[in-house]
């Protein structure tokens, strides 16, 4: 079973909002991930948690905000977005540790941002 | 230069088609190598790992070069289901980072 799951499928908010994405999995794998995706462009890596810690945060602002309450959820909270936030979020898990193992990806969360 | 490069094309190919897709890397540590699919508007999804040796899933093979730093993806008879975008992805370290390419689109039609 290779299920990421993803909430809420879309979203609208406005630039005064606060907001959250969430993620699950139940694959025990212990790095979890956000990435943004622009149309025709690749998915861009924002955060990675590794162990339920914060590892990687790629330059991503402040009004971006992520939180791992447990090893299975990821959630990604939102406030003051602006209208170039808008774009597919994905979260992806994967193993830990193992060169051989990929990402996994959830089905994404289309955000617009007015 | 990018780290992974791919033709963006469109490939527009008749069904039946054999196509073939390259892709090149520039971190010649890099470890590991994949392919995904993406749909329009879908997530990314794991199409293939590529293997030193060479791999076949059915109609798809992957190759890799490591000396030329390079990947490859060939579909044969193709379908209709195989419109897609074709994302080379290269794991560049022993940590949990990928790297993707600009993907690679490909249209087969009847």
């Known amino acids: 079973d290779t299920e990421v799951t993803q909430t809420p499928k879309h979203l609208v908010m406005g630039m005064t909002n606060k907001k959250s994405l969430k993620c699950e999995q139940h694959m025990g794998h212990r790095a979890m991930y956000w990435y943004k995706q622009k149309a025709k462009k690749p998915p861009e890596l924002m955060f990675v948690?590794?162990?339920?810690?914060?590892?990687i945060n790629e330059s991503v602002p402040s009004r971006f905000s992520p939180e791992c309450p447990n090893s299975s959820l990821l959630n990604l909270h939102l406030h003051a977005l602006q209208p170039e936030d808008s774009a597919l979020y994905l979260c992806a898990s994967s193993q830990e540790g193992d060169p051989r193992e990929t990402q996994y990806f959830g089905p994404g969360t289309r955000l617009l941002v007015l | 230069r990018k780290e992974v490069e791919q033709d963006p094309g469109p490939f527009n190919v008749p069904e039946g088609a054999t196509v073939a897709f390259n892709c090149t890397y520039s971190?010649?540590?890099?470890?590991?190598f994949f392919w995904y699919r993406q749909d329009c508007r879908k997530e990314p999804k794991l199409l293939m790992s590529?293997?030193?040796s060479g791999n076949e899933d059915g109609r798809f093979t992957a190759q890799l070069n490591r000396a030329s730093q390079y990947i490859s993806l060939l579909i044969r008879d193709s379908k209709l289901s195989d419109s897609a975008t074709y994302l080379c992805v290269v794991r560049p370290g022993a940590g949990n980072m990928l790297t993707f390419g600009g993907g690679t689109r490909l249209m087969v039609k009847p």
């Open positions: 971190n010649s540590a890099s470890q590991s």
């Open positions: 948690y590794s162990y339920e810690k914060l590892s």
């Open positions: 590529v293997y030193s």
